[in-house]
């Protein structure tokens, strides 16, 4: 048996001999030492996927060379930028970073528009902007872009690839850190791969899974999950020659297979081009269904987290500053096994954002206090992107069996939650939609705006302080806080895409207006909506930033000993204490319970010193971060 020493000798000399560097130059001197760190990791991670094939080694030398390549081409500005992450690999998880999303057209109307709106993003104080799905997508339906037809091409109705650089490089010298989406379970069938597979190409019938009849996809169908209902029944659509193919979404977004290497080379070309852009994340889009099993449910399987972390040590060698963050909308405990240095480094938070709506919903905090507790703190050099609302619907992902420990049976609550946030539930403030009502299963999810779920449509006096209750949990729980845009100016819901034949199908565009032009100039008009929303936003933002305690991602839970009231401490010097009152009523927390804070502390949220000693009283929906100086 080789050690690992001599391990890693015989694969970066099999590199050497596959790509004949010139082996003075400063480029490979670099790349060979970032061999020598991850070629062992990648070629295991790909031996467990692709190990038992004749033509293993002719695939691993295909990659390399692709990663040479590319990194050949790296920007050298993109090389400083690696150098300096590698130096400080937590930077993502400071309290400085506050992230906003939008779509670009939507919110700027093209590439250019982003530019402009730079000092906007100042303004609100972001250092974390994704950018919705902006590559070349079929006209009409493409899922709002999440079906590509060309990772090199930009939608010709936003810009070009150059202003795409552009973006990044303004961003960048703004402090903004770009964030793109890499939609790789899937190509629309407009990409030159599908095209080529349709016309009968071999190679690039390998790229996806076809089926001559309805034999296999039955089987398969017996046990994937339907993702679109509405759209289409199972996970597969009929192609005009009666053939079918793999679509886990839309009939247009066919699933590329990734039993075939050659696949995977071509999406790590994809991805390190999109790198060598000024990207800095990659979103990681529906990470969970990239390889498919027979008899399983074809979701979050070993050879999904092996690709995933073989893209990562690609990104590694050829691309080191570029990292993961994962969507996986699955199972609470599926979610957590994305996150690692060596997978994704970062992940949406879909419990937590779940949870606060639930909480909103039961005014109690018992599942949001429990997910804290237990499913909360990362490994080292990870974290979490929590949100409030998002692109896509709330599904309620929490899991059956933390709800069965409250006596909440999992399928009925979502019911309610469901009927709760459509306004079919008596004295309801939310006026979301459902989104894939499914009869069969009962599933369902939910639709909206945040103003529009917690009332602000209907003007209920309560919904501003409900909207910053969510966002102050968002903002100090540890992790990265992510905006949708339009939220901080309580953007409400846009009934108008009914009217779209492309859209009227997917309630998702109900939460996906044009940016509200009067709401954006309200902003700092304190008497609307808008402004009271904006200012107190910004107000908690500046703490957070100013705040390093509220940086980072672990926590510890607080038993507020009240069911209404949420508790966490934050921070290991100067701590913080977090308490969040989720009903409309005044609540209490006991001075026994607080008996372990000093006499008065700081309320960095109202700046107000607050008295404990004889317990405190929250208003509705107030939260408290009081700052507790270090004991010596
Ligand atoms: C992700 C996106 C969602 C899209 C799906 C298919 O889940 O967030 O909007 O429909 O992927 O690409
Ligand atoms: C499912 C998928 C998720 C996707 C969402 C879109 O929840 O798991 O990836 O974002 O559907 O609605």
Not at 265 to 274: G, K, P
Not at 392 to 409: L, P, R, S, V, Y
Not at 571 to 597: C, M, P, Y
């Amino acid at each position: 048996m080789l050690n690992e020493q001599q391990q890693t000798h015989l694969l970066v000399r099999f590199a050497r001999e596959q790509l004949v560097p010139d082996v003075t130059s400063s480029d490979w001197q670099a790349f060979e030492q970032r061999l020598t760190q991850y070629l062992p990791a990648l070629t295991n991670e790909l031996s467990t996927v692709y190990g038992e094939r004749a033509d293993f080694l002719n695939f691993l030398a295909m990659l390399l060379k692709a990663a040479y390549q590319a990194w050949q081409e790296r920007p050298n500005a993109l090389k400083v930028q690696d150098a300096e992450h590698e130096h400080n690999p937590d930077w993502f998880s400071s309290e400085k970073m506050v992230g906003g999303v939008c779509y670009v057209d939507l919110f700027a109307g093209n590439l250019q528009g982003i530019i402009q709106k730079i000092p906007y993003f100042q303004e609100l104080g972001l250092t974390y902007l994704h950018l919705m799905p902006l590559f070349k997508c079929p006209e009409g339906q493409s899922d709002g872009g999440y079906a590509v037809s060309s990772y090199r091409e930009v939608n010709p109705s936003l810009g070009t690839i150059e202003d795409l650089r552009a973006v990044a490089q303004a961003l960048k010298a703004a402090g903004i850190t770009l964030v793109v989406d890499f939609i790789f379970n899937h190509t629309s069938n407009e990409h030159s791969w599908a095209q080529e597979a349709v016309k009968g190409n071999p190679h690039y019938q390998d790229f996806y899974y076809f089926f001559p009849d309805r034999r296999m996809p039955d089987a398969y169908d017996l046990t994937v999950r339907e993702i679109f209902p509405d759209q289409h029944p199972g996970a597969f659509s009929q192609l005009e020659d009666g053939r079918w193919v793999w679509t886990t979404f839309n009939s247009f977004q066919w699933d590329l297979n990734y039993s075939n290497p050659a696949t995977f080379t071509a999406m790590a070309e994809e991805m390190l081009f999109i790198a060598n852009l000024g990207v800095d994340i990659l979103r990681m889009d529906a990470v969970a269904f990239i390889w498919k099993q027979l008899g399983t449910d074809c979701e979050n399987l070993p050879q999904a987290h092996a690709l995933i972390r073989a893209f990562n040590a690609v990104a590694r060698i050829a691309a080191p500053s570029l990292l993961f963050k994962s969507e996986a909308i699955v199972h609470p405990d599926k979610v957590v096994q994305y996150i690692a240095p060596n997978e994704c480094q970062l992940s949406y938070n879909p419990l937590q954002m779940a949870l606060l709506w639930n909480s909103l919903a039961t005014r109690e905090v018992n599942l949001l206090q429990q997910a804290l507790e237990r499913r909360h703190n990362l490994p080292a050099h990870t974290t979490w992107v929590n949100y409030v609302r998002c692109h896509d619907d709330i599904g309620w992902t929490f899991a059956d069996e933390d709800a069965a420990e409250f006596g909440i049976n999992g399928f009925f609550h979502r019911q309610f939650l469901n009927q709760f946030y459509v306004n079919r539930f008596a004295g309801s403030f939310a006026r979301g939609v459902p989104f894939q009502d499914n009869p069969v299963t009962g599933d369902c999810r939910i639709s909206g705006m945040c103003a529009a779920l917690v009332g602000l449509e209907q003007h209920d006096p309560l919904a501003i302080e409900r909207i910053m209750l969510l966002h102050s949990v968002a903002l100090s729980s540890g992790g990265l806080p992510l905006i949708y845009l339009g939220d901080e100016v309580g953007t409400l819901n846009d009934y108008e895409f009914a009217n779209d034949p492309h859209k009227a199908e997917d309630s998702r565009w109900v939460h996906r207006p044009q940016a509200d032009a009067v709401r954006y100039e309200q902003r700092h008009d304190l008497a609307s909506d808008a402004g009271k929303i904006f200012n107190r936003l910004l107000n908690l933002i500046q703490i957070r930033k100013n705040t390093p305690a509220l940086g980072g991602t672990q926590l510890m839970s607080f038993n507020a000993r009240n069911p209404h009231v949420l508790g966490y401490w934050r921070g290991a010097k100067e701590r913080v204490l977090v308490l969040a009152n989720f009903s409309e009523h005044a609540q209490g927390v006991s001075a026994l319970t607080l008996s372990a804070l000093p006499e008065t502390v700081r309320d960095l949220v109202s700046q107000n010193s607050v008295t404990v000693v004889n317990g405190v009283k929250l208003a509705p929906y107030q939260f408290l971060w009081l700052s507790i100086p270090i004991s010596t």
